[in-house]
Nanobody, 121 residues
């Protein structure tokens, strides 16, 4: 099995910054894409940012220029640097990873348990 554990959430004032981390562990042969998602109360979960194993990135329009996604392949860890935070960024943030555990099976998408980000004065 594979576990994803997020950390770094919390309460921050508008305009502030936070850095989220997502550490993957367990039976991991390789990880292709890794993503950050978020879900605010009463809203559907949305993709915030994604990154491939080669480092190609994509962002939701609402966070472009403010958030930066990165990963450390040696540590199987995903990051999300969030700057100029707004109240609309308040949500539970989840990471996901497309993992291959061995040479005989295909890839499987795993999810973390989420970390809360609250932007409020």
């Amino acid at each position: 099995q594979v576990q994803l554990v997020e950390s770094g959430g919390g309460l921050v004032q508008p305009g502030g910054s936070l850095r989220l981390s997502c550490a993957a562990s367990g039976r991991i042969l390789s990880i292709s894409s890794m993503n950050w998602h978020r879900q605010a109360p009463g809203k559907e979960r949305e993709l915030v940012a994604g990154i491939t194993s080669g480092g190609s990135t994509k962002y939701a329009d609402s966070v472009k220029g403010r958030f930066t996604i990165s990963r450390d392949n040696a540590k199987n860890t995903l990051y999300l640097e969030m700057n100029s935070l707004k109240p609309d960024d308040t949500a539970a943030y989840y990471c996901s990873a497309l993992v291959r555990s061995d040479y005989y099976s295909g890839t499987r998408n795993y999810w973390g348990q989420g970390t809360q980000v609250t932007v409020s004065s």
